[in-house]
């Protein structure tokens, strides 16, 4: 996830695309590998390949597909170490999943819902352009500058062009960005992919807003 792999699954990705593709691998802004030109016929065997290496799992292009830029870990200008917040979340959502429940069906019906994190204001992680965007940030507590995450709702890029998330305020304003005082979504959200289904956007926010700091 977020972009990982080894020299081992980089080889046998090498040996499927030249046994079912056309030789060729491209990586993309998501942090995925794209294989072209794999017949139909092929993509059950294919898939199964995948899959022995380690790198067949679900839910490519939807929520539980988090990318995040490197971060604190190896990037100079980051503040934030945001592929620790990635995994936060995506094993926050998995375990959501995998419990049922209303939180379950929150994750379900936001399935086209992106999440991109970036570690500074750069956007590297193209947190401005997701449904739900983590930029890092840093905040003066207590007389210390402390490592921070904003909360971006409601960016996308469709045929119209890209719309930048607007940025939430406070643990009311993530209430306030997610469910109008009428009830209805608020301009943040009206291109939002889980528009539709506000009242169980809540319940993702107030599970992301209370994951711990990444060690």
Same mark, same amino acid.
């Given at each position: ?7 081992? !699954? ?18 993309? %802004? *998501?942090? +995925?590998?794209? =294989? ?5 016929? *092929? ?6 390949? =995948?899959? &022995? ?18 971060? %604190?870990?190896?990037? +100079? ?8 917040? /990635?995994? &936060?979340?995506?094993?926050?959502? *998995? ?13 379900? %019906?936001?399935? *086209?819902?992106?999440?991109? $994190? ?7 992680? @193209?947190?401005? $352009?997701?449904?739900? #965007?983590?930029? #890092?940030?840093? @905040?003066? $507590?207590? /007389? ?16 119209? /062009?890209?719309?930048?998330?607007? !940025? %939430?305020? #406070? ?5 306030? #960005?997610?469910? /109008? ?18 009242? =169980?956007?809540?319940? $993702? ?11």
């Amino acid at each position: 996830s977020l972009g990982d792999v080894t020299s081992d !699954q980089l080889r046998a990705v090498a040996d499927l695309a030249e046994k079912h593709g056309d030789g060729s691998v491209w990586t993309s %802004a *998501e942090q +995925n590998l794209l =294989l072209r030109f794999v017949p139909l016929g *092929e993509l059950h065997a294919l898939h199964a390949g =995948l899959v &022995a290496a380690g790198l067949g799992k679900a839910g490519v292009g939807g929520l539980l597909d988090v990318t995040s830029c490197p971060g %604190a870990d190896s990037c +100079n200008l980051a503040v934030t170490t945001s592929r620790g917040l /990635g995994r &936060a979340i995506e094993q926050t959502l *998995e375990s959501a999943l995998a419990a049922g429940g209303v939180a379950a069906e929150a994750v379900t %019906a936001a399935n *086209e819902a992106l999440i991109k $994190i970036s570690g500074c204001p750069h956007s590297c992680g @193209r947190h401005h $352009i997701a449904d739900l #965007g983590f930029p #890092g940030a840093a @905040r003066k $507590i207590g /007389g210390r500058a402390m490592p921070v995450y904003q909360l971006h709702i409601g960016g996308g890029v469709d045929a119209e /062009g890209a719309r930048f998330g607007a !940025q %939430a305020h #406070g643990r009311d304003g993530v209430a306030d #960005g997610v469910v /109008g005082h009428d009830g209805e979504p608020p301009v943040a959200l009206a291109g939002c992919a889980a528009a539709a289904c506000v009242g =169980l956007m809540r319940t $993702i926010l107030t599970t992301c807003w209370r994951l711990p700091l990444p060690r």
